[in-house]
Structure formats: structure tokens, C-alpha cells
């Protein structure tokens, strides 16, 4: 008993913070369904999303607003902001580019990240901007079954609890509705989907959009945990090694990518870290990704390649 | 060596035509030209085959039409498309769809990773009824493919070729069009299964007033299923008629039905046919 406690609560931990890649991955996830396109820009978009939030959001509760009103606008105008981001991407970066080769569009991609990193910091400013969205004090579970108990941080059961909706909200409106089952013929054909009359303009703005406001929630969440700043662009590299893991198609692949590297770093610091010195976060992720594209290159639930033969 | 008359009238009537293309030019990536000026018209209610070997111009031909020659670098820099009355040249296809023209493209293109059933439903993209009438719509198609309904809940990527050109066609259907552009239906599929497909084609045709132009490089089949021809050589239309006269000319069964009525022909005869065409186009 005295050595499961601390393992329960590492691991609760571990999933928990994993939960946060996988919000950065989830938007990952989206883009290149629709597009195939790897959205390098997705750490950016955070970093904006998360600028916009805090920066409106101080504005309002200066202008004296009731905390509940200035979080909803300050919401909503972040949103408008991704809206932005997403015409933009799409009207002046990809739209141009239709058909063209896929690493074409991923460098693409590179030069939007800057233009997104560059405008957010001139348009919002560039310090470390407190947000504090959600409660971030210690919760103490099962103190009568391990001593001193499992100490679990509320923010991570808030970033798991929004994790947990985005991800069952994805799935119905990519299963269910028809926006979503043009979003995934687009993803299987472009040409094919645009003959039976789907616009593909039109899908690719829906898909940014949507990965935007992913963003925003992922960056509700890492903006209370470390602040709004510049370095959460760095954890979105974290979202890569997920992706590998989970399969860069997949949903669910996403949240299981960003649970496994989640525990599996705070499970090796802690009990292989002792024996080769610590520092195994940093790189735990990304040797797990290697070895994963050594044995399943499609990911854990990456969609498999059909091909008749 | 006998000379049998082709005619020189054109299909229809411009009036009465669904679809009339007139002396388009088709430039690839801005040097490549592929379409040297190409016209045709298809009747309202009829079966208009586009005959020709590989690289005459087909598909270019088709695809200029729905424009989905955009998205391969490719432009109608000449020349007017007229669909249903209204000049359509240049419009998105989305916007053609919706008004009743709908391609089916070569190589079939069912989205593998969605079912058969969600394959067809991609296809009421443009409409916006509600879903009992989409359901409604599901149905009708189900009655003209019920092969397509035994396998609906399987991914189009594991169906056999003859279920996914047919959940193709099926999926343009869902449009309900006035007419649909279909790009060699036949490929890679067996006799009996491409006989099929050509009779569902021809009931669509009769039942639900679907006209079609088809390119096809099977000219036999094309050529007894649909009441008009035209033929493509690089570019160019060199021979069109009824399909009833052109069965019957010398040129088509030798060239493309290969049948030949006077034996072995010599080299000469060879080079005058090639000069003939050159005075055609």
C-alpha cells in the first residue's frame, strides 16, 4: 500500500497532463482529416487564441463588467478571432494552393505559424498574461486508504472533463451530421468530393474554425496552468510524438496518444529517473514515437491504407 | 474505297439540347493545349456517347464542362458552355450540381473509408430537404442497385470494382440530376458486369428523364446503348452521328469496333484515312 499511493497518484497526474497534449493534438487531428495537411501553425493558433482570451477578458473586468459577462464575451471575441484566422488561412494559404503537393502545403504552414505568432504578439502584446479560469487548488482523494491520500490537481480534472466533450462532440458531428460526413469525404477525395458538389473552400473553413476553437479550449486550460506566453507554442511540439502514437487521423487516437505519453513520462521520471540521472520527460515522448513508427507507422488507430488489389 | 455519308447536321436542335458545348479550347498548366476546339450538343432526355482512344481529350472534355478542370491546372480559355439554358462556363461545381449536371468521374473515386450508404448520402450534399425526404431519395437508388443495399453498412474501399462504379453513379444520383457526365464507366470491369451497368444507365435514362453524356472507350457498348456519337481524335471531334449510322461506317468499324469488311488493307488506305481527318478537324 505504501508504494501504490505514490504510483496512483503519479499516474492520475500523468493522465491528467496528457489530457492537455491531447487538446493540442485534437486540433492536429482535425485539419489533416479534412486536408492533409499538417497544420504546423496549430501551436500558434493556440498562443493567439489564448492572447485574445486574456487580453479582451482583462479589457472587460477593467471596464467593470460582471466577471460571468466579461468571461462569455471575451469568449465569444476569441472565437471571433479563430473565425478570422480560419478565413484568412483559408483564402490567402491554402485556397491558392489546392492540389498541390503536401509538403508544399505544411511549409505553408510554417509561414503562417509566424504570421500568427508575429500579429498575435504585436496586436495583444508579448508578456506572461495570468488567466484564471478555473479553480487551481490541490484536491486530496483517498486519504482513509493511502496515507496522506492522492493528491490531484482540480485544473487537470477540469483540462480532462473538457477534453472528455470536445472529443464525444467531435465524434457525433463527424459521424453524425452532414457537414461531417462531407468533412471526411473530403478527407478521403478531394476531386471525388468536389464532383458531387461539395465546396471544398467552404469545408476547409469549417475544419479551421473548428480546430481554432479546439485551440481556444486548449489554450483555457494551459493559460491557467502557466500563463498565457510564448512557450506554450514549445508544448505544442509535445502534440507530435501523440500524434505518432495515436495516428494522425484519429479522434480518439488523439486522447489516448496524449494519455499514454502523458503517464508514461511521469511514470519513467519517477521510477527510471532515479537510475539514469532525470531529465526523461524532455525526451521520453519521442522515443516512444520512434519506436511506434518503427512497428505501427499508422499509429495505434491511424486509419489503415486500403488498397484492392 | 466506298465513302459513307456522316452526317453533317448537328444532334439537336440548339433549343431543345440540355447541354450544348461550343468550340471550346482546353490549356493545361498554360502551354499544354488539349482541346483544339471541340462542340457538342446533348439532347434533354438523350444518351450522347464521346468515343475516342486514350489522350483524345475525354475527360478533358467532361471535366471542362463540371470544371473540375481547376483543380488540375487546367482552363477553358475559349469558347461557351451552355446547360440548361444558362451559360455555366466557369462556374464552381458545386454550383453546377445544384442545377442539375453532375459528373461521375473516371476511375469511379468512392470515398473508401466512408460506407456505401454514407458514399451515397455525400452525394445530397447540394440538396436541402428534409431527411425523410433524403431517406426517400436513399430508397430509389437502393431500387436501381440492390446490390448496393445488401453491402450499405460496408466501406466503399472493400467493395468489389462493378459495386463501386455503381455506388458512384448511385451517389450522383442523390443529386437528382437532369444530367450526368459519365467518364468511362467500364474500366477495369468485366463484360457482364459492365452489360449491368449500362442497362441501369439506360433504365435511369427512360425512368427518371436522366440524360448522359458518356466517354467510353468501349465503343461497341457505347455505341449500342446511346443514340448519338461523337468521336474525339487529339482533341478534336472528327466524326459524330447517330450511333445507327455510325455502326454501319467503314472508318468506325475499322478503327474502333475492328471489324474489317475488305480484308487486309493496304498502307495507302492507311494514310488516306489520316489525311481525311486532317481535313476534318
Redesign the interface.
Known sequence: MDTLGPFLEILIGGLLSGVLYSLVALGFVLIFKASSVFNFAQGAMVLLAGLALVRSLDLLIGYGFPVWAAVVLALVFAGGVMALTAYFAERFVLGPL??QDSLTLFMATIGLAFILLGAGQIIFGSDVYPLALYPTDAWILLESVFPGGILVNKLDIWGGVIAGLLVAGLAIFFQRT?IG??L??V?????????????IDWIWFVVWLASGLVALAAATVWGTKLGVQFSIVFLALKAFPVLIIGGFTSVPGAIVGGLLIGAGEKLAEAYLGPFIGGGIEYWFAYVVALLVLLVRPQGLFG?RI?E?I | MSRPAVSPKAAVSPADAILSVKNIEVIYDRVILVLKGVSLDVPRGGIVALLGANGAGKSTTLKAI?N?LH???GTVNKGAIVFDGVEVHNR???E???RGC????EGR??????TIE??L???A??RHEGKAEIAKELERVYSYFPKLKERRNS?A??TS?GEQQMCAVG??LM?RPKMILLDEPSMGLAPQIVEEIFNIVKMLNHNEKVSFLLAEQNTNMALKYATYAYILESGRVVLDGATATLRENEDVKEFYLGISTTGRRSFREGKYYKRRKRWLA
Open positions: 489546392v492540389n452532414k460526413r462531407a471526411r469525404a478527407a478521403d477525395d478531394h476531386s471525388a468530393a468536389q464532383s458531387v458538389g461539395i465546396s486509419e486500403i484492392r | 463540371s473540375l483543380g488540375e491546372r464552381s461545381p458545386n453546377l450540381v445544384r453532375i459528373q461521375v468521374m473515386h468512392c470515398f473508401g473509408h466512408l454514407e458514399n448520402l455525400t452525394g450534399f447540394t466501406l474501399g472493400y470494382g451517389r450522383a443529386s
